[in-house]
């Protein structure tokens, strides 16, 4: 089975800390995701990835980067943490670029930024 | 832009049958998913239709008709294990996915 691991299951963080939300896979997958996911907003996509040291901005970057130095690897950063960050983080990886293949995920990182 | 709209929430009961819908607007997209995701888990994929029609999977089916903007998921012979939230998510050409708010199914004994 392909396992998408999360670094953290519960994180508690400072207003203006950075911040660094680990993700790793396992089946050699091209593509990589950080989503955010928030009541009655669903998952939004922050930046994905298609191959090492590629990135592009999702539909809401604002106030997070990432990198990607190793395929199995995806890290988000946020640069200086705000209360409006709150939120869980969801990490996931596909292959087979451009066909739609589906998304494995892993189990999430719940931030909480105080 | 790619809105896609759920109902926030539907009940039903153990055994029954029930429809979740899924209508989106957006200029065009590879294929449509349903992912389902129980309270405090990751997503897990469901089904995943390209072409317009029935896609059955056991007790779980999904429709698609990209002229209507629509889709939707049908589970049979509803089970307790079934309450959890579904999410529709159109999947783009490049592979950035594009999620609906989700519903959440509370299925009653």
């Known amino acids: 089975d392909v396992k998408v691991t999360q670094s953290s299951r519960y994180l508690v963080k400072r207003t203006g800390e950075k911040v660094f939300l680990e993700c790793v896979q396992d089946m050699d997958h091209e593509n990589m995701f950080w989503y955010r996911q928030d009541p009655g907003l669903g998952l939004r996509l922050i930046y994905f990835?298609?191959?090492?040291?590629?990135?592009e901005k999702g539909d809401i970057p604002e106030g997070y980067s990432v990198s990607r130095e190793k395929k199995e690897r995806f890290s988000l950063i946020l640069e200086s943490a705000s209360t409006n960050q709150t939120s869980m983080y969801l990490c996931?990886?596909?292959?087979?670029?451009?066909?739609?293949?589906?998304?494995?995920f892993g189990s999430g990182t719940q931030l909480s930024v105080l | 832009g790619q809105n896609i709209d759920q109902p926030t929430e539907m009940t039903a009961t153990e055994g029954a049958i029930v429809q979740i819908n899924c209508t989106y607007q957006?200029?065009?997209?590879?294929?449509l998913f349903w992912y389902q995701q129980h309270a405090g888990e990751a997503p897990t994929f469901l089904s995943y239709?390209?072409?317009?029609g029935l896609e059955e999977k056991g007790r779980f089916s999904s429709f698609l008709s990209r002229s209507k903007g629509y889709s939707y998921l049908l589970l049979k012979e509803l089970q307790m294990k079934d309450s959890a939230s579904y999410l529709c998510a159109v999947g783009n050409y490049g592979q950035n996915f594009v999620f609906g708010p989700g519903t959440r199914l509370s299925v009653l004994p």
């Open positions: 996931a990886s596909s292959t087979d670029r451009g066909s739609g293949e589906k998304l494995f």
């Open positions: 957006t200029s065009g997209f590879n294929g």
């Open positions: 239709n390209v072409l317009d």
């Open positions: 990835s298609y191959d090492v040291k590629m990135k």
